[in-house]
């Protein structure tokens, strides 16, 4: 899956990632947000995840593409059961984001995923999980 960085002047990318920065999960402020593209291009998503275990996966609203977000696929034989993701107007299609807090040495320590409803727009995390172990630098290619 692509992506690309929080260096972005896209007004629908900049409403997602000062939400996922606003969540600051963890109490961590969000060093890193990564939008999600898929390699179709598509970047819009439906996404199923558990928050117990911190698990997320997208899935891509055209080619159906699935992409484990983070460190995901290391945990989902932890998960008994996944949601998916619905926003309160009820669509299931969302642009995403992945949020990264790093630690003084530049290791991810939090991880935060966030929709923005294709609907309504309405744009908030929906998981995110600790990362407690060293190197993470391969977190930040699976957002």
């Given at each position: ?14 409403e ?21 593209a ?10 199923v ?26 945990h ?9 993701a619905q ?57």
């Open positions: 899956m692509d992506s690309r960085a929080d260096d972005s002047t896209d007004p629908v990318f900049d997602l990632r000062t939400s996922i920065e606003g969540f600051a999960a963890g109490g961590y402020p969000i060093d890193r947000v990564i939008e999600a898929c390699d179709c291009g598509n970047r819009t998503f439906a996404l995840f558990d928050d117990e275990v911190g698990v997320a996966v997208r899935i891509c609203t055209e080619c159906e593409a699935e992409a484990e977000i983070a460190d995901s696929g290391e989902f034989d932890d998960v008994d059961e996944v949601e998916q926003c309160s107007c009820g669509n299931e299609v969302f642009t995403a984001a992945t949020g990264f807090a790093l630690d003084p040495q530049g290791e991810v320590r939090w991880v935060s995923v966030g929709l923005r409803c294709t609907r309504d727009g309405i744009a908030g995390v929906y998981v995110d999980w600790k990362i407690d172990y060293v190197p993470t630098e391969q977190l930040l290619s699976n957002a």
